[in-house]
Each structure stands twice: as C-alpha cells, then as structure tokens.
C-alpha cells in the first residue's frame, strides 16, 4: 500500500518582522527576510507565528504581513509556501485571524492549542474544528 505524498515537506522558517524604530512594519525589510530565505532554499515560510511579535500586532498588522510575506513569495522562480500564525486562545479571535491569512494569501494556518484556558479534549476538538471550518 503507497502512503500518500505529504502536504508539507522541507525546510519551514518562523520569520521575524522587522519594524521601524516609530513601530510601523518595515515592509521592505520583511521582503528582504523571505528573499534571503527563499535563496537559502527553504520550502515555506512562517510570518507571524507564535513565537514573536505576533500577539501584540493588530489585527490589520498581522494580514498586512502575511499579504507582504505571500506577494513577495509569488514572485519567487519557485513555488514556496507560506503558513501564517493565526493561533490564540480565543477561538473567534483564532477564526478571524485564520480567515484574514488566507485573504492575504497564506496556503495554510498555523493553530496552537488554547493556553491559559486549559480546555478539555471536546473543547479542543470543537477549538480545531471551528478554526477549520471557518477556512478552506
């Protein structure tokens, strides 16, 4: 029996956003990042992961990053993909982060269990399935 290709596969950075010393997005910087990591040869890229600056980004920050970080992958020679960070603890907050990624291009979430909240396994299945359902 064959096993099915995987989705994923390769190298994926977590990427840092840059920021101007005001503490606007350095967009142009943040170009500069995916092409050093494009050129390095990686398969995917993570903006605004869990890792980061995320959580104190806006909601309109965070899709403008994904929208800079996936527009600059598209221009790559070769497919990359890009995963963007859409996880928190609140699952609408989860849902409509999820969706703006994908508005701006991402071809895939990334979703954290809830921290803090501690949720029962049916809550974390409910967690999951309604980020999941809410997205293609």
Do not use: W
């Amino acid at each position: 029996m064959s096993q099915p290709e995987p989705r994923l596969r390769g190298v994926f950075t977590a990427l840092v956003t840059p920021f101007h010393a005001d503490g606007t997005i350095d967009e142009e910087g943040l170009r500069r990042v995916v092409r050093h990591q494009i050129a390095g040869g990686v398969a995917g890229v993570v903006p605004v992961g869990t890792t980061g600056e995320a959580v104190t980004m806006t909601p309109e920050e965070h899709a403008r990053v994904v929208a800079t970080v996936a527009d600059e992958v598209h221009r790559a020679a070769r497919p990359v993909q890009v995963i963007a960070g859409a996880g928190t603890n609140d699952t609408a907050r989860a849902v409509e982060l999820a969706r703006r990624c994908e508005k701006a291009g991402a071809d895939a979430v990334l979703i954290v269990t809830p921290y803090y909240n501690k949720p029962k396994q049916d809550g974390l299945v409910a967690h999951f399935r309604t980020i999941a359902d809410a997205v293609s």
